[in-house]
């Protein structure tokens, strides 16, 4: 080897060395930086025993404990915690959504913040989720994760649902799919998405329409996406929120009097939320509940206790007559919060049906 030979090895060996370097310092910060933000629920719910599936103590495990109950999260993220509440999600209030909700937005607008996760009870994870679809102002990824099982029982569905939230928070598809939610291995959108059962792993589904994607292994995959405005298309702000309108939601059955639309209409409801029959369908006997509400200023919307499809707006109920409002799919829940949020807006029912249409 003459002497050109062995310079050009040396400095080909140094190059190779500072490439590696480079490289290593580079590895960590090619994950995506995700913030889990707790709210409580079974996820962070504990039991007596490892049999315990009913009856355990929901909202105690604190977001350090839950992070390092997975440290599998390590291998693909850089995780760190807030508690935002210690509730079952039961317990929500607007309060905590408005808070939740700023905070959401402070944190996605950090150029070190890729995604977020929300850990929530599974009670009204839905309602929690619908709202950040509706009043997130970024298309950074946001997922709410629950558990149907305390951390503490046998075949625990918590952990491998906190895992898969935060591999998709850090996904780069799942930015601009607006809100979603991740349990029992399916991504589903927060607008569509409800709890069906009771006491199964199975429980959230978006009925007719269907999830948005599934995980094989530690990989989501897409399918589609839903059309419906959300998250940076909306007109919401909660920037300077402090309170939502108080809507109610009434359940209609047979044999109802309208006692209870009286009650909301008393009680200063702004809005009411009419779970009716089949089509979304008003009793006789309630009309006159119903009017006295609508002369009294309260916007009602039309929904259907049924749990999915469509309310044909002027088909059960003549909408233009007394100025309904048809909830389109929302279930009432889902309409509530839209409904809230469209009166911090406007009363005109027009527009505010528009909106129904648009979210
Ligand atoms: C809750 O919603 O906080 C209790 C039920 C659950 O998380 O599954």
Redesign the pocket.
Known sequence: MNRKMILCFVVMCLLAFSLQIAFAAEAPNKLPNIKILAT????A?AGVTSTTTVGYT??VTPVGKLISNVPELAKVANVSGEQVSQI???SMTMEIWLQLAKRVNQLLAQDDVDGIVITH????LEETAYFLDLVVKSEKPVVLV???RPGTAMSADGPLNLYRAVILAGTKEAAGKGVMVMLNDTINAGREVTKTITDRVDTFQAPIIGALGVFTGDQPVFYRKSLRKNTTETEFDVTNLKSLPRVDIVYHYAGNAGTMIDAATNAGAKGIVHAGTGDGSIGKQEYPAIENALKNGVVVVRSARVGSGIIARNGEADDDKYGFIASDNLNPQKARILLMLALTKTTDVKEIQRMFWEY
């Open positions: 409580g629920g079974t996820i719910g929901a909202a079952a999600s039961e009870g599974t009670d009204t629950g558990s149907m």
